[in-house]
Each structure stands twice: as C-alpha cells, then as structure tokens.
C-alpha cells in the first residue's frame, strides 16, 4: 500500500470495507442459489473515495467477510479475490486509462463487472458444473448492474453536492 500509509489511511479502508460488508451482508435479496446484494455499489464507491490499492483492498475484505459470515465459506477466498480484480480493473481505468475523464469510472465500473461476471461464472465450473454456471449468469449481471446503477446515482448526488471532492480531498 506504499510507504506513505498512515493510520487515517487504515482507518478510511476499514470503514469501506465494514461499508462493503453491510451492503453485501444487510442489504441481500435472497436468490435460488445464494443472494444479490447491494455490496458491488460500495465497492465501486470505495474505489473512487480510496484510490486503486485501498479500494480493492476494502472491497475484497468487506465481501469476503460477508461470505464468511452468511453461510458462503467455499466463496471466501474466490469472492476476495474477484472483488479485488474488479476493483483494481476501475482504477485502472478510472486513475490511468481514462484520467481525468468524467464518467471513466464508470467505464472502469462496467468492464470490472464484466470481469467479475467472468470470472464467478469460471470458477463456478470447477465447483458445480457448467450447467449451473451458465444458469447463474442472469443473477450476476442483475447484481453487478444493479450495483453500477445505484453507485452511479449516489456519485452523481455526492459530486453535484460537491460531497465527493471534500471526501477525496480529505484522503489527500
């Protein structure tokens, strides 16, 4: 997390990552094979408020947790991970390929959405079967894009209020 990572800084990626868990463990809708959750949208805010390492790091912890503790221990390790994945491919949009642009983050959000669909659909093979895999894509892609749309709302209100650039600005 570099050499400037100060006890602010594990403060701020603590609290994310207890965000990420509450969206993912209160917020859940219950599905056939497990729940959609609220938890991508933090995820997604917390790379924009924490930067490309932290917010990965926020987003892995918090979802892992909530797998943990709701029931999902075979999804722990693979859930950490993919978050992680998604998290770091919107920073690299976000904070690299796109600088500087308005809605780069959103990009970022999309194609790491796409890579988690991805990547839950493959390791699901091994787990169950192709089958199931397959079946389970209608979920994923209602929870990933259900998780830009509401961050895409709640950053609109937070950068129109000016909220966003206190809240970086305060991580700078």
Request: hydrophobic share 50%.
């Amino acid at each position: 997390m570099g050499n400037d990572f100060t006890a602010k800084d594990l403060t701020a990626t603590a609290i994310s990552a207890a965000l990420v868990f509450i969206m993912t463990y209160v917020f859940k809708i219950p599905a056939p094979s497990g729940y959609t959750h609220l938890g991508d949208c933090m995820i997604f805010i917390s790379v924009l408020l924490l930067g490309t390492k932290r917010g990965a790091f926020a987003g892995g912890i918090g979802a892992a947790l909530a797998d943990g503790l709701g029931g999902y221990t075979h999804y722990i390790l693979p859930t950490f991970f993919i978050k992680a994945i998604m998290a770091v491919i919107m920073g690299v949009f976000t904070y690299k390929i796109l600088k500087g642009k308005k809605y780069g983050w959103f990009v970022g959000a999309v194609v790491g959405g796409v890579a988690q669909i991805i990547l839950y659909t493959l390791i699901k093979i091994p787990m169950y079967d192709v089958v199931y895999a397959l079946s389970r894509l209608p979920g994923n892609i209602l929870q990933t894009g259900t998780g830009i749309a509401i961050a895409s709302v709640i950053i609109a209100v937070l950068d129109k209020s000016g909220v966003l650039n206190r809240l970086r600005d305060m991580e700078g």
